[in-house]
């Protein structure tokens, strides 16, 4: 409660329970005699958004006021989870909630997981951006998030007969964490011509006219920091159809279906987060998406910025925009367009104003995933945007041909314009031309952008413009928030979570203490705890009994070939024909383990789907084989998603981040697992690569091959002779002899390995994987040494907070300083 005294805190839990009585009879319009658990979780998140209300207003009346510079982070997605818990957190006023509920009769906990998931983002890029904006709030940055209002967020999964199903994830239903705002609209254009118009002086101005016009509602989410009243703002976009495109001529003429048509068509534009991960289809509707984002934001930082009567070329001191990917990559045009077009900049004036504003950050090397659209798509969506984007490159390759004469070659390679059929503009190149950084998420991840995907552009602009930025995550949500038995364990030795919370690298105190035996005790029993209730969440949830005495092997993250969830799923059935082999005596003897597996498959990803199916298959056999019993259980738990992660990563003992060498750009789940207190099998790929060199390499099991390698490897299995791992031959003739049904369902997994290059290298790991794996059952076995593990890993994890990471953005990237509130109103 570091908030009492702050206007914004509750004066103790009687006032609490006076705002929750109010809000259900007044804004809920019930008696508190009729009020279940969802009414009581309406009432309280009502009753601590009033008291975020206050901080918010007073921190955005303080960045107005010091009119310093602010950063806004653009992204398609932001996975929050959900808020409510978090509020409570952050402002401090957890244990007034809980007393206050439990005198109303209800458990804070219950009222707690009443609250819908905030889902709109697919992974990773998605609860980074999330991460960011805890940290930005918690460290008192001045900055906005910009995102998209999804009226549909990720799919929600079901597993029927082992198969995935997607089912609508309609959210909105009841959401007390957003407040319309009907008066900040911006009217988007889309489609038209575009005609130019030369004044008396001669200069040349283009007008891009007609096409339709789409509204764009703005709905603001606070986000406040923890432990200081710093709140900062998150606005999404909502599209609706604009007051002259609604056709009330139609609508007079009874024409009504049509005319609710245009409206509806206007309403597409937010209606669905896109599914796909790491993956991109070109369509329009997503072009769409991000040019109406694009522009709403643009719109209103512009908008932001003129009120204080700068000049433009200061711009850039007041205003940093970070890319989250090429996603939102039409903002340099945009703005490159508003200046020349609408502002009346020249042409070079206005381009350093957009380079020094913008920075990209790059989350992927695979190919697929890069993102390209259609000169055409562009051409008839946004005609002057495609001349500024001519434009732009043309200034950009005449200067490459005025400092590499004699490199003919690189002219093509570097052009924003791909000369295929058709045409393509490419987003990356797009977005490194615009900007004054460019950043990959880990050391290895940036290394390998810098010398292959990028390595003209290093050339072109000197080595300095690319830059690495580890990624972090939040220990607010991902350990005190989701382990509160663990955060109190170590607040025990490493001082109040305010304080180390805020300074991760505090954590290095609980390593002093890795061999006091009540230390020790109380973080076996930590974990026990946390796996009684992960175990029994799969009880209730899948109706399997696993024993918390068993070692928890999880791997939870999208489906993907990269990620190698077949590799897993190959191991765990490897163990189970080992087991089958052996004596019952034999059996007793053995190391339980159960392999929990989550996580969702893009609907068109027909191999990923095909991996779900496997180890569902798998775990119908396998748990229900008298032979087994206890010795292995394998669990697919439904519907992976920010508040299931809260309940499995805590209970973990091993977790797997396995992606072929070069492929995973960092990861931040594998830092997650370990600031639990879990240890991770991986690949030297990522961030593992920095977890261990944090942690010591005696604390990770690292196997398989490394990224220089992985060409190499490929080239041999595509066309030397390419022998399948044995092991591996053996799973692979098990699958073929129908043990875990139809075999045909299978048979793309297999054949990928085995006759289509297995351009994963999931044969060529395997062995080391096994090995692997049995050195982690020989380690278990050593309960005193895994703790000894255990506890020294955490200890050493602070670096991967995303405090640090934003920091390094601040410093590095965008220039600028934290605004200290005023704690003394
Ligand atoms: C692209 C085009 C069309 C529709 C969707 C997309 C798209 C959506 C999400 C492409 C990629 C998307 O996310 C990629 C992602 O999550 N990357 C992960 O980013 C994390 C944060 O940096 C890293 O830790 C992961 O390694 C990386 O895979």
């Known amino acids: 409660a570091w908030l009492k005294n702050q206007a914004s805190g509750f004066k103790g839990k009687d006032q609490f329970e006076k705002e929750v009585v109010r809000h259900v009879e007044t804004t ?64 401090g006023e957890k244990e007034v909630a809980k007393s206050g509920l439990s005198e109303l009769g209800f458990r804070v906990e219950d009222i707690i997981q009443q609250e819908h998931d905030a889902a709109l983002g697919n992974g990773g890029l998605g609860r980074l951006a999330a991460c960011f904006l805890d940290s930005l709030a918690s460290l008192n940055f001045p900055a906005w998030g910009y995102g998209l209002r999804y009226r549909y967020g990720i799919f929600k999964q079901e597993i029927i007969d082992g198969y995935q199903v997607e089912v609508p994830d309609y959210w909105l239903d009841f959401n007390p964490w957003e407040f319309p705002r009907h008066d900040v609209t911006v009217d988007i254009q889309f489609y038209g011509n575009v005609n130019k118009t030369t004044d008396d002086s001669g ?69 669905v987060l896109y599914p796909n991960d790491n993956l991109d289809r070109g369509k329009e509707l997503r072009l769409k998406q991000q040019y109406f984002w694009v522009a709403a934001s643009l719109y209103d930082i512009v908008r932001r910025f003129k009120k204080s009567k700068r000049p433009w070329r200061e711009f850039p001191d007041q205003v940093a925009i970070q890319l989250n990917d090429t996603h939102p990559t039409l903002a340099i045009v945009e703005l490159q367009r508003i200046l020349i077009d609408l502002e009346g900049l020249d042409w070079d004036d206005a381009w350093n104003i957009v380079q020094q504003t913008f920075s990209y950050t790059n989350h992927t090397v695979l190919p697929e995933a890069l993102e390209k659209w259609s000169v055409g798509l562009v051409q008839h969506l946004l005609p002057r945007h495609l001349q500024i984007i001519y434009d732009i490159n043309l200034f950009f390759l005449q200067m490459v041909e005025r400092n590499f004469p004699k490199d003919r070659e690189m002219l093509s390679r570097v052009s924003i314009i791909e000369e295929s059929q058709p045409k393509m503009v490419r987003m990356a190149y797009l977005a490194i031309v615009g900007s004054h950084k460019v950043n990959g998420v880990a050391e290895l991840h940036s290394d390998l952008i810098r010398t292959t995907i990028f390595k003209d552009f290093v050339t072109i602009f000197g080595p300095d413009k690319f830059v690495n930025v580890t990624n972090g995550i939040t220990p607010r949500r991902w350990l005190h928030q989701a382990n509160p038995g663990l955060s109190s364990l170590i607040a025990s030795k490493a001082g109040d979570p305010e304080h180390y919370l805020k300074d991760l690298t505090l954590l290095n105190k609980i390593e002093l203490s890795v061999n006091d035996p009540a230390f020790r005790k109380a973080w076996a029993e930590v974990k026990l ?44 059935i490897f163990r189970y024909l080992k087991l089958k082999s052996m004596s019952p005596e034999e ?28 180890i569902n298959s798998v775990g119908s056999v396998v748990n229900n084989d008298p032979d087994i019993g206890d010795a292995l259980k394998v669990i697919f738990l439904e519907d992976y998603n920010v508040s299931k992660a809260e309940i499995i990563i805590p209970a973990s003992d091993i977790s797997e981040h396995i992606s072929t060498a070069g492929t995973e750009a960092s990861g931040t789940s594998n830092m997650k697992f370990v600031l639990n207190g879990g240890l991770i099998i991986g690949t030297c790929d990522g961030a593992n690569i920095e977890i261990t060199r944090e942690i010591g390499e005696e604390n990770i099991f690292l196997f398989g091959n490394l990224a220089e390698d992985v060409d190499d490897l490929r080239h041999k299995n595509t066309y030397g002779d390419h022998k399948i791992d044995p092991s591996l031959d053996k799973v692979f003739n098990v699958i073929q002899s129908g043990t875990f049904g139809n075999a045909q369902d299978f048979q793309g997994m297999v054949s990928a390995v085995r006759e289509h290059g297995d351009f994963y290298l999931v044969s060529d790991d395997f062995h080391s994987y096994l090995e692997t794996q049995e050195l982690v059952d020989k380690s278990y076995a050593d309960q005193e040494l895994w703790i000894t593990k255990c506890i020294t890993s955490v200890a050493r994890m602070g670096f991967f907070s995303s405090d640090r990471c934003i920091n390094e953005y601040a410093e590095e990237i965008w220039n600028v300083e934290p605004l200290q509130p005023d704690t003394n109103n």
């Open 203 to 271: 200069k040349v101005t283009a007008h891009w006219e007609g096409g339709e016009t789409v509204r764009a509602v703005a709905y603001d989410v606070p986000i406040p920091g923890y432990a200081t009243p710093s709140t900062n703002n998150l606005r999404l976009w909502s599209s609706q159809a604009a007051s002259g495109e609604f056709d009330f001529q139609k609508f007079n003429s009874g024409d009504y279906e049509s005319s609710v048509g245009d409206q509806q068509r206007a309403e597409t534009i937010s209606a």
């Open 587 to 614: 059996r007793k003897k053995v190391l339980p383990r159960v392999s929990i597996f989550g996580g969702k498959a893009a609907p068109g990803y027909w191999m990923a789907k095909q991996i779900i199916h496997l």
């Open 529 to 572: 705890a946390n796996k009684q209730r992960l175990a029994d969440y799969i009880k209730s949830t899948t109706g399997i009994v696993v024993s918390p005495k068993a070692l928890f092997d999880v791997q939870v993250k999208r489906i993907h070939e990269y990620k190698r969830q077949q590799m897993n799923i190959f191991g765990v």
């Open 28 to 91: 809920l319009a019930r008696s508190m005699f009729n009020c279940d658990e969802t009414a009581a979780y309406a009432a309280t998140s009502l009753a601590f958004r009033d008291r975020l209300v206050i901080e918010w207003n007073r921190t955005q009346q303080r960045q107005t006021f010091a009119d310093s510079k602010r950063v806004y982070y653009l992204s398609l997605e932001f996975l929050m989870g959900r808020a409510l818990d978090n509020a409570m957190l952050n402002i």
